[in-house]
Nanobody, 119 residues
Framework: QLVESGGGLVQPGGSLRLSCAAS??????????MSWFRQAPGKRRELVATITRGGSANYADFVKGRFTISRDNANNTVYLQMNSLKPEDTAVYLC?????????????WGQGNQVTVSS
């Protein structure tokens, strides 16, 4: 129900854009929030950015000013534009959608996309 794309290898200082398309029962009306997480080898999964149903965005301090989260409601897709990438940004990036149905919240995860920042 969540399909990610856009990862890859990039040099330090470069840019990448990740996409995550929702389908099936994850309709735009039911979405509570959309987020990107990342997990590097041997490290805990960490929240990178979140965009709410109302369009408000929040970022982890380590990506502020470099990454931008956005959403395309018409295509039920969330994006993560990553600029000025650093080697420490290397990780598997995962899309997360929280769906609200009758007051209950349901979590959905994408398959993950490897982002490698290296010269």
């Amino acid at each position: 129900q969540l399909v990610e794309s856009g990862g890859g290898l990039v040099q330090p200082g470069g840019s990448l854009r990740l996409s995550c398309a929702a389908s099936g029962t994850i309709t735009i009306i039911s979405i509570y929030s959309m987020s990107w997480f990342r997990q590097a080898p041997g490290k805990r999964r960490e929240l990178v950015a979140t965009i709410t149903r109302g369009g408000s965005a929040n970022y982890a301090d380590f990506v502020k000013g470099r990454f931008t989260i956005s959403r395309d409601n018409a295509n039920n897709t969330v994006y993560l534009q990553m600029n000025s990438l650093k080697p420490e940004d290397t990780a598997v990036y995962l899309c997360n959608v929280v769906r609200s149905v009758a007051g209950n919240l349901f979590d959905y995860w994408g398959q993950g996309n490897q982002v490698t920042v290296s010269s």
